[in-house]
Nanobody, 123 residues
Framework: QVQLVESGGGLVQPGGSLRLSCATS????????MGWYRQAPGNERELVAA???????NYADSVKGRFTISRDNAKNTVTLQKNSLKPEDTAVYYC?????????????????WGQGTQVTVSS
């Protein structure tokens, strides 16, 4: 069973920085994208940032210019550098690895998820 191991969450003051890291417990073949999602209390899980195997990056509008995602394809790791943090960034952050699989009906995506790491931005 593949696991995604996250690290780097915690408590930080507004304007501060945090770095989240995620690594897979073993190699996963055919990963099409890795990224980070977050879920605040009462809200649905939302995409924060993701990067494809080809290097294409997608950010949520709310974090553009403040967060930077990077990925090491060879090591199956993904890192999220978060700067200028705001209280509204408070959430549980989840690492995601999306695997392209072949099924009886054709290609489909399978998502692996980390256990989540709490990020709290408060003074």
């Amino acid at each position: 069973q593949v696991q995604l191991v996250e690290s780097g969450g915690g408590l930080v003051q507004p304007g501060g920085s945090l770095r989240l890291s995620c690594a897979t417990s073993r190699s996963i073949f055919s990963i099409s994208a890795m990224g980070w999602y977050r879920q605040a209390p009462g809200n649905e899980r939302e995409l924060v940032a993701a990067v494809t195997s080809g290097g294409r990056i997608n950010y949520a509008d709310s974090v553009k210019g403040r967060f930077t995602i990077s990925r090491d394809n060879a090591k199956n790791t993904v890192t999220l550098q978060k700067n200028s943090l705001k209280p509204e960034d408070t959430a549980v952050y989840y690492c995601n690895a999306r695997q392209r699989r072949i099924g009886t009906s054709g290609l489909y995506d399978y998502d692996y998820w980390g256990q989540g790491t709490q990020v709290t931005v408060s003074s």
